[in-house]
């Protein structure tokens, strides 16, 4: 395959790339797991426009059943159709709509799968998607067809852990663990972004940034989405190096429990450092 490199608007770490690369190849799905606000979504876009390769995306909710994924069969539509005499509620087609793991399956063409927060779901979910996974092929019962996918499409699932998965999932899947950037791998991203901002703000931001998270009172801590929100409030605000040497200018832009805004507040009244 060509080789995944990120893009131009994603950096990816040398072991993100070569394990993208090993799961496009083993044509296996890639489990990706990492705190929220890590990249993990925006990883599947990037994956698909550096392979140029269509992308369907499937938001998993609390509500998310597996069967949704492949297809689903609207019969309130064939109902209201043969109501009010709107349609040909023989043909029963018309109403299986594809899901997006269902839509992978009948493309002539390889895509990529985003199955994104797997863990929202529940247990049942990635269990249920075993079958399909493996033989990547699902029956409508409804229609008497089957689907199957002539070129197995890379599936990219993403997890923020909130829930263990299944052993029996976990062994189908290729597994990489996005840590939380270093600074140096922070500026990439963060250039990404905001292309024009001074580097020395840059650095003093993430001084203060890292200190933040190191703060063990501090429950929620913020992430690259909150740091780069936070670059663009500090350059609209016109905040300078010598101030945020002083302060934590637009706080609630990086903290958004208000107990973690009390509790730094506090703890910086006890050691003066903030
Ligand atoms: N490696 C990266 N390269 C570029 N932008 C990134 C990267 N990681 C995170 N981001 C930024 O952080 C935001 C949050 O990423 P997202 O994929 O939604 O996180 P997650 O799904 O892990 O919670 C993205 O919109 C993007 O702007
Ligand atoms: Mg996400």
Redesign the pocket.
Known sequence: MSAFK?TK?????PE?QEIVSVAFDLEKPLL?R??????????AR?VAESLSLPLLTWHVKSSSKAQDGLYVYDTVQRLNDSRFGTGDVQDIKKYIKLGPLGQAFASPTRSIVLI??IDKADIEFPNDLLHELDAMSFAIPETGETITARQRPVIII?S?AEKELPDAFLRRCIFHY?SF?EAD?MK??LK??HPLVDQKLVSQALLRFYWLREQSEIRKKP???E??DWIGALVRGGIDVKQLEKEVPFLGVLLKKESDIQALKSGARKTSRY
Do not use: F, M, R
């Open positions: 990120g608007n994603y950096i990816a770490s993100l990706i990492g705190e929220p606000g890590t990249g993990k979504t925006v990883l990037a994104d927060e993403t923020n996005i950037p791998e990439n991203i990404v972004h992430s690259t989405s740091l780069v």
